[in-house]
């Protein structure tokens, strides 16, 4: 199985600051003959179903504010949020799709 | 637009088997790659297996494999999950989840807890 490892575990970010979530993967997640990362970025409240913000690494879903970006490529990945707002205290997860789906074990962020 | 409603709570005893439902509207159930997915109190995410449609079969993860099936029910529209050989450590909300490629529609969550 791939390992997807994010980094901080949690991270406290004042309102209108960026917040700058990582996560590497214990090998590529980039289809060669797709030219594609086969990864995606989850945002989770409590009580709630997690909610798909990113996928192929950059590609924003629709209705997701554009204050939230991803970026990387091959085994490490970033999500960016360009100016926290209080809406966006949750957890977020990452997750790949390349082999046997796996996440990582998740970033608590907070103000 | 796919809506996934689940099944209600349950309380199970170790060992006794569980079967969660997650009726597709807006959809029909073979249009879509159903999966599930679990969370353990205050923990991660856990991905439990799903339709591969490359393979075009269900696939399990491995930590689950032999303990866990994966069904659609094509006149209702439902998928279900059945895990067996319950334990304490199983106790969790369950997700099923769907979307290409990757979850954009989530079920509400089941909670399965296990306890004699």
């Known amino acids: 199985d791939i390992v997807m490892t994010q980094s901080p575990d949690s991270l406290a970010v004042s309102l209108g600051e960026r917040a700058t979530i990582n996560c590497k993967s214990s090998?590529?997640?980039?289809?060669?003959?797709?030219?594609?990362?086969?990864l995606a970025w989850y945002q989770q409240k409590p009580g709630q179903p997690p909610k798909l913000l990113i996928y192929w690494a950059s590609t924003r879903e629709s209705g997701v504010p554009d204050r939230f970006s991803g970026s990387g490529s091959g085994t490490d990945f970033t999500l960016t949020i360009s100016s926290l707002q209080a809406e966006d205290v949750a957890v977020y997860y990452c997750q790949q799709y390349y082999s046997t789906i796996t996440f990582g074990q998740g970033t608590r962020l907070e103000i | 637009q796919v809506q996934l409603v689940q099944s209600g709570a349950e309380v199970k005893k170790p060992g006794a088997s569980v079967k969660v439902s997650c009726k597709v509207s807006g959809y029909t159930v073979i249009e879509l790659s159903m999966h599930w997915v679990r969370q353990a109190p205050g923990k991660g995410l856990e991905w439990m297996g799903g339709f591969d449609t490359e393979d075009d079969e269900t696939i399990y993860a491995p930590k689950f494999q032999g303990r866990v099936t994966m069904t659609e029910d094509t006149t209702t529209d439902t998928a279900y999950m059945e895990l067996s050989s319950l334990r304490s450590e199983d106790t969790a909300v369950y997700y099923c989840?769907?979307?290409?490629?990757?979850?954009?529609?989530w079920g509400q969550g089941t909670l399965v807890t296990v306890s004699s």
């Open positions: 090998q590529s997640v980039l289809y060669s003959s797709t030219n594609k990362n086969y």
């Open positions: 989840a769907t979307g290409t490629p990757a979850f954009d529609y």
